[in-house]
């Protein structure tokens, strides 16, 4: 097991130490490190998770519903009024209206060049509790555009370092990628929690948060190292759930030899998702497109087992030959860069099980890890493959996965997809309100997807969390957007 860092174990000792002068208290280890906690700009979604942010709407039961909004009507192809909840209030007890949802998502805009994007606004107006909405294009499903985290609605501030909202839980101290306090809000809408601080500290590695499970330093601990899952079960309570989550190459579109397909092709041979299903402790199943197989918009391909004579036979349709066991073509070796990151430890391993296939068939990879993963794909094209994670239906639908990833501007688009029958779909998609035509686009976007190898996707993981038997009131969000809830508890 991985010993903490002295500077780990000394915010780990220094916040329970806090945290057990409190009456009611629970410390929770979470491993995606916070740079920021402004919710337009914070790639982890740290706030809202937390507890202290709400968005209009939400998808805690996997369906698109009112959070922050009561209701919502489409008046127009473009137009949307939002009705905002009656007797809702800030940390600093101003009240929530529409004109404050209208600030606040003016100021998401204007701070985040994705979201300006993704939301498409034209104009809105306030008045009272109602906000009208006008799109530049239209979006049927404009409304679960709204659930997505960066969205959540603040007070702005001129200290992005603070951040005001609705949540159960106010701020009471931030610490960028060490920790988090923070401190029951007592005139929470939906009822306050019972508990009066929640404090979240931030540890990349598995083992060491599970060391502080152990330790008695953390009461709740995300993610904990999938091989010591099955052995915490007797001590504590552990919740795993299949999340919507999918781990997936990327391939860089811009690299000359990943425009052919049939190398794109043969490095998804290569792919052996049992091995990796097995790799992670059988802590995820095998993906056989971008969603789960049961979702009514879902399209997949059929399950093969990785061959490398067939990624041997596409290479050679490719233009290579093999010699001394390398692919050459036009005399130059097919060497290709990988990044991924480790703040999800398994990502690593599928990369070096894809370098390790990859050799047989006459290809090398070079493997860097970057943990600053989102900038660098985001801002570079100088990589050639990434084994990257998100969640691909948080919204309940497809509309999250083609819009951010595959659509020309999208944010998730780092591998430069473009094609016009795609963005044609994905438009199409975008303006039709019929859930089932809706889902037949999504089906022919998704298999186009597929038929192209634009992603190779690998495996849907599993989420596991595991807390002193003591918590009550715990729910592991299969979106990953809900984690503190003013439903927690602790049994007497």
């Known amino acids: 097991m991985f010993c903490l860092r002295w500077e780990q174990l000394f ?3 220094d916040a329970k130490l806090q945290a057990q002068q409190m009456k009611i208290s629970i410390t929770y280890a ?8 402004h919710p337009a700009v914070d790639i982890n979604y740290t706030a809202v998770r937390m507890g ?3 968005t209009l709407a939400h998808t805690k039961n996997e369906e698109v519903e009112p959070w922050l909004a009561a209701s919502w009507e489409q008046l127009d192809e473009n137009t949307w009024v939002f009705t905002i909840k009656e007797d809702v209030t800030f940390h600093d007890e101003a009240e929530l209206d529409a004109e404050a949802v209208k600030t606040s998502l003016e ?3 204007s701070e985040s060049e994705a979201m300006d994007e993704s939301l498409d606004i034209e104009k809105m107006e306030a008045d009272g509790q109602e906000l009208t909405i006008k799109t530049e294009e239209s979006n049927a499903s404009f409304p679960s555009e709204l659930v997505h985290p960066n969205t959540a609605i603040i007070k702005p501030l001129d200290d992005k370092k603070e951040v005001i909202g609705t949540g159960p839980f106010e ?8 920790y988090i306090k923070l401190k029951r809000y007592d005139h929470y809408w939906d009822g306050a929690s019972e508990l009066e601080e929640v404090i979240v500290l931030f540890n990349e590695d598995a083992n060491s948060r599970l060391a502080a499970l152990k330790s008695g330093d953390a009461d709740i601990v995300y993610r904990p190292s999938v091989e010591e899952v099955d052995t915490l079960e007797d001590e504590y309570q552990v919740d795993t759930v299949s999340s919507l989550r999918t781990h997936q190459l990327i391939y860089q579109m811009e690299n000359p030899e990943l425009q052919d397909k049939n190398v794109r092709k043969a490095l998804e041979q290569l792919i052996d998702r049992q091995e990796v299903v ?3 402790n059988q802590e995820a199943v095998p993906a056989k497109g971008p969603f789960h197989e049961d979702f009514d918009f879902s399209a997949e391909r059929k399950e093969h087992e990785s061959n490398v004579e067939e990624a041997i036979n596409l290479l050679e349709k490719a233009g290579y030959t093999i010699e001394e066991d390398k692919a050459v073509k036009n005399g130059e070796p097919l060497e290709l860069n990988l990044v991924t990151y480790s703040a999800r430890p398994e990502l690593p391993l599928i990369a070096q099980l894809l370098q390790d296939k990859a050799k047989e068939a006459g290809i090398t990879i070079d493997i860097q890890l970057n943990e600053q993963i989102d900038d660098y794909l985001a ?3 100088n990589w050639d493959l990434s084994i990257y994670s998100f969640v691909t239906a948080p919204q309940g639908n497809a509309s999250y996965l083609l819009n951010t990833a595959y659509a020309p501007d999208g944010g998730l688009n780092v591998g430069n997809v473009e094609d016009d029958e795609l963005t044609e779909n994905i438009n199409a998609f975008n303006k039709e309100s019929n859930r089932e035509k809706q889902n037949k686009l999504s089906q ?3 298999s186009l997807i597929l038929d192209e190898y634009y992603h190779s996707f690998i495996v849907h993981p599993t989420n596991s969390v595991a807390m002193k038997k003591e918590i009550t009131g715990w729910e592991t969000s299969t979106s990953e957007y809900y984690m503190i809830t003013n439903e927690i508890g602790i049994e007497e």
Do not use: C, G, R
Not at 30 to 37: G, K, S, T
Not at 171 to 178: A, G, I, L, V
């Open 11 to 13: 915010y780990f000792l």
């Open 30 to 37: 979470f491993h995606y490190p916070a740079e920021v906690i």
């Open 52 to 54: 202290a942010l709400e």
């Open 107 to 109: 100021e998401t805009m």
């Open 171 to 178: 701020m009471d101290s931030f610490k960028p990628n060490q």
């Open 278 to 280: 097995e790799a992670m």
């Open 379 to 381: 801002n570079n094209t």
């Open 444 to 446: 022919e976007a998704v």
